[in-house]
């Protein structure tokens, strides 16, 4: 991988992992259409996103610690379980066995069937279309002090879907939270909150498994994407959280559809291939 490479996904990453467009997918579009390569394939992705997710650390930093603090009390019995936050923390932790589980039991299909850019062109379009049915018929009435176990169980088979590239994880899960009667805000924070414990778990996998694979991974090149991962995913958490107060998700449906239909016809004329070139 070269630095330029690093940049650009790096940059790529940041702007798009928030966003219910799929980081995943415009790693991989990005990576086949301009390096003729896989972008450093599932484990660089997911070492990548380390760096987005540390953003997400910082910018609810407050609310985070906040959560640990009072889950770990509730443990010892020195505030009600059914503290507000300490429920967030349970929230968190049951939310994310889905997407764990299944990444373990598919994590061959993960990192080489599903980077297929027929499915990431597919998944697109569809759950653009899953995006744009929940926004259209969201009650938005609930908020993240209503979440029960049920649908923090629920929201985490949402965010599992984002296994496969081109569905999203913020999109998944906060179309999931739309269909449950959820406000964008709240879907699109609890959304946040769900994807720390499992992008760092993977994250940190990876990067264990990337050395064994590899006895000379391009360790510089991976530092400088997770750095600018940061600082952009930074600002686009920021912008977002904004946008959705007064703005629905249409502007995303609209160029996940045309994203995919211009996926579509590349690989029909074969102006890029489908899977990943041979190593």
Not at 8 to 35: C, N, W, Y
Not at 49 to 73: H, M, N, P, S
Not at 79 to 87: K, M, Q, T
Request: net charge neutral.
């Amino acid at each position: 991988m070269s630095w330029i490479e690093a940049v650009v996904l790096g940059i790529v990453q940041g702007l798009t992992e928030f966003l219910p467009i799929s980081s995943s997918a415009h790693q991989l579009i990005v990576a086949r259409l301009f390096f003729d390569n896989d972008g450093g394939g599932s484990a660089f992705t997911a070492i990548n996103q380390l760096g987005t997710e540390a953003a997400v650390i910082v910018y609810f930093w407050r609310d985070i610690a906040r959560i640990i603090k009072q889950w770990a009390l509730s443990l010892v019995g020195k505030v009600p379980r059914s503290d507000p936050d300490a429920r967030m923390g349970w929230l968190v932790i049951i939310g994310t066995l889905p997407i764990g589980i299944l990444g373990l039991l598919f994590q061959d299909k993960i990192d080489s069937t599903l980077r297929n850019l027929w499915i990431t062109a597919s998944m697109l379009l569809v759950f653009g279309i899953v995006l744009y049915v929940a926004d259209s018929i969201a009650r938005q009435r609930k908020s993240l002090e209503q979440i029960t176990p049920r649908d923090g169980v629920a929201f985490g088979f949402w965010q599992a879907c984002a296994l496969i590239p081109g569905v999203s994880r913020s999109g998944g899960t906060i179309a999931g939270g739309l269909f449950m009667g959820y406000t964008r805000e709240a879907a699109a924070r609890y959304s946040f909150l769900l994807a720390i414990p499992a992008v760092l778990a993977s994250g940190l996998f990876k990067v264990v498994k990337i050395g064994e694979d590899d006895p000379n991974p391009p360790w510089g090149p991976i530092a400088i994407a997770t750095v600018i991962a940061f600082v952009v995913g930074y600002a686009v958490i920021a912008w977002l959280m904004r946008y959705i107060t007064t703005h629905d998700f249409k502007p995303f449906v609209i160029y996940r559809v045309v994203l995919a239909l211009v996926i579509f016809g590349l690989l029909a004329f074969g102006a890029v291939d489908a899977a990943a070139p041979p190593v």
